[in-house]
């Protein structure tokens, strides 16, 4: 494996055998299986967990890492193809990702959907394009799509939780966002979810649905593994016997690129799609609470709920450095143990 674009990227036995280094790394964080290697990670967007886990998996192995974010002490830079950069971008990726890779053994790099046309988002191009013009081994930290290494960390996070992979029961939420977010964390964490073969289903409102091709690549999945999928805008009926509930927020897709229209569809929803402890009722008596940071308290979800027994949430903000660790080790041909 060159490249870790989409969880899909590691097969079954690479797949466990990542989760199984990550599990030894927990406990075994420092090591030297990076010694003298060096990763470039390019930050197109803003990030806490993923910048800071990324370096601190390299330095405990004995790596470098160096971090590029531009338009705030690097060049602005420009994405699309034949465009005509009389604006603010000095630099395009197409010189920036070959240069970087000259200086490194890995890139990492994270470049969030566009917001405007659903197609172009949901084929996941740009970052294609990136890794295309890496020579190196190219890390996702998270594109239009997919967010792979969350992917990974909350698979390892189920785990850790004995909550079990085929026919445990995994509800993905909407929650309330003042703004229309992508799909990648939505679509990484239901492609995991029926990836270990869970009970799935998608709570959310009507309108909410996820995109076709986002569900389709799902329920293919769930067909060779196991896993069923079904969506409900019924709280009770989505929440009954659930054991994780993954809340997140997405863009309505109709409203897709129209953010003025899709905040007014998204309005009234509110005060009902915020996550709180009534919420888990019907669920089991210990069901887990799980989202990807950053969040909105008392807003997406209540303190009650994030500051309770069920939050997963750190939990998974440190799986992130653990599977990263296991993941550049695979990558780059190190041995950890
Ligand atoms: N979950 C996650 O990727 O967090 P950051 O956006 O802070 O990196």
Redesign the pocket.
Known sequence: MKDYLDLADLGDDRLEAVLSLAKHLEAHPLGEALRGRTVGLLFM?????????MQAAVMQQGGQAFVVTPGSGSWKMETRNGAVMDGEAAEHVREAIPVLAQYADLLGV?CFAEGKDLTTDLADGLIRTMAGLCPKPFMN??SARA?P??ALGDWKTLDDLAIPRRGGRFVLSWAWHPKALPYA?PASALEMAVRRGMDVTILRPDGFSLPDEIMERARAIASRTGASLRETADRAEGMDGAQALYAKSWAAPAFYGRPVEEASFRAPLRDEWCVRESWFEPAEAHAKFLH???VRRNVKVADEVLDGPRSAVIR??GN?MHVQKALLIELLGGHAR
Not at 45 to 53: E, F, I, K, Q
């Open positions: 967007n803003p990030s806490v967990r993923t910048l800071s886990s994270r930290l998270e967010h290494c969350q964390v990807c940071l950053p998974q903000a992130r």
